[in-house]
């Protein structure tokens, strides 16, 4: 101890004299002396003014992480809510779709997409194990949306209309028309095989005829959006936008025959 007084007693003096000259400046009510001390709280006062937004800094980062960190959740929780919002919709509308089918139908989930140039196909969770088998139409809310082309024990594959191979005996809903659905190209079908001399009118709706036993009858399939009528050619051209929209797919149903 007394070591450490020799070594550090010029800062020890000078604590100790700077100690009582506070002391005799707070006790002395002299008029200068209160002037003095008026000035040295000012100056005191300036250089501590900027040590004072330290804390608040701090605390304001604080609250800013924790409002960031709330605000992160809240978002999270309102993507969750408008998800669950938008799939309460889509069930709405396959719940009443589904009183208006006259066939047992098994309802599937889309798991996974494949498209290219040519196939264009959807994997479905629903397979041997639940009663699917191959060939057996697939529906949607809105319409026709293929068939299966390959069942496995727990998943199938579905061709879509959008496929090369797509093909559907179809007719007009208004006029009983028919025709064969074949895809043409994007999101577009075509509708092969009318005559030049029968009316077709845009707006048109196609359901399926039942011939060539795969689709049964009257499943809404598309509406013509195009017609062409060339010279010297036997059949018009005629393009139809399918009911379902195959970008946001998600649950389907496989009619059962």
């Given at each position: 101890m007394t070591g450490f007084i020799l070594k550090?007693?010029?800062y020890l003096i000078y604590l100790f004299l700077l100690i009582i000259s506070v002391?005799?400046?707070?006790?002395n009510n002299n008029p200068q002396m209160e002037f003095l001390r008026l000035?040295?709280?000012y100056a005191a006062s300036y250089i501590v003014s900027p040590f004072r937004f330290i804390p608040r800094t701090i605390r304001l980062y604080s609250e800013n992480r924790e409002l960031n960190r709330a605000l992160f959740r809240l978002n999270q929780e309102n993507a969750r809510m408008k998800e669950l919002e938008e799939e309460n919709h889509r069930l709405r509308d396959m719940l009443n779709f589904s009183y208006q089918l006259f066939y047992e139908f098994i309802p599937a989930v889309v798991v996974g997409k494949s498209s290219g140039e040519i196939v264009n196909t959807i994997t479905l969770n629903k397979g041997r194990i639940h009663g699917l088998q191959e060939n057996l139409p697939?529906?949607?809310s809105q319409g026709l949306v293929g068939k299966i082309i390959e069942v496995n024990e727990s998943s199938s594959l579905c061709q879509l209309m959008l496929d090369s191979k797509f093909g559907a005996a179809v007719k007009l809903q208004?006029?009983?028309i028919d025709g064969i659905l074949?895809?043409?190209?994007g999101s577009v079908c075509r509708m092969d095989g009318v005559a030049q001399t029968l009316e077709v009118f845009l707006g048109d709706t196609l359901v399926t005829s039942g011939l060539g036993g795969v689709?049964?009858?009257g499943l809404y399939a598309g509406e013509i959006i195009k017609i062409e009528k060339k010279p010297g050619v036997l059949f018009q051209d005629i393009l139809v936008k399918p009911?379902?929209?195959f970008g946001r797919l998600e649950e389907v149903f496989v009619l059962k025959q």
């Open positions: 550090f007693r010029e002391i005799l400046l707070n006790t000035k040295f709280s697939v529906v949607s208004r006029s009983r074949h895809w043409n190209n689709y049964p009858k009911f379902t929209d």
